[in-house]
């Protein structure tokens, strides 16, 4: 009785440590709980992969995005999509409107030079062409000042990108893909350093014009 009694204990307590390791203390629970800590915890450096699109020569996405002054809110589209992607545009939708409402009636702290831009890239690169990314971009009515739309057409490099940024994406088998939804804010440097559901559309905002240096009233 006593020696099961003492086993169960020490299964209990190996079970409470083995969770405590695998949801770094309890922290999460979920893999998308994990990387968004993991991100949190350690920003991961943008690749050097190569990125063209509307008025966008060929050019390595760390450049674009580590530009020294702007905070960047990325998704991962395609434009065949009828799912997911309809909502992501919808959402960053929202986000440039308040981004163009913001920026008539805020202005930057003394000495802050930052920026909030956002950026769609397509994980469909044969597809998805400069003109197709254009001809997507206008019936989104994305203004180009604050939203724009790249690819990346060399497949590895894509799946460079995918995994680094630990974004998934299956084909279907029919053409379309499954993928995984979610805002990634970048900072000045290039780095990802927050990943936000796309429904925390204003979280995401929010700590963008915060590493931006925006003041809020």
């Known amino acids: 009785m006593l020696r099961t009694a003492f086993l169960s204990a020490l299964l209990a307590i190996a079970g409470y440590a083995c969770a405590g390791w695998l949801t770094h203390d309890f922290q999460i629970w979920t893999a998308e709980g994990a990387r968004r800590l993991e991100v949190a915890l350690e920003p991961v450096v943008t690749p050097a992969v190569r990125i063209d699109g509307p008025d966008i020569g060929l050019q390595p996405l760390s450049q674009w995005l580590g530009d020294g002054h702007s905070v960047t809110i990325v998704d991962f589209v395609y ?3 009828q799912t ?39 994980f469909d690169g044969a597809h998805d062409t400069p003109q197709a990314l254009q001809d997507y971009a206008l019936r989104l009515h994305a203004d180009p000042a604050l939203w724009r739309f790249v690819r ?59 590493l931006a240096g925006a003041a809020w009233p």
Do not use: W
């Open 79 to 81: 434009t065949r999509c």
């Open 84 to 122: 997911v992607c309809l909502a992501l545009g919808s959402v960053y939708q929202q986000m440039q409107a308040t981004l163009q409402s913001t920026n008539k009636s805020h202005v930057l702290i003394e000495g802050a030079q930052g920026k909030v831009k956002l950026l769609s890239i397509s």
């Open 152 to 210: 990346v057409q060399d497949r590895q490099e894509m799946q460079r990108l995918l995994a680094d940024f630990q974004v998934v994406v299956i084909p279907d088998g029919r053409g379309d893909f499954e993928h995984n939804a979610a805002l990634l804010v970048v900072d000045q440097q290039g780095r990802l350093v927050r990943i936000f559901d796309y429904a925390e559309q204003q979280l995401a905002l929010d700590y963008a014009q915060y």
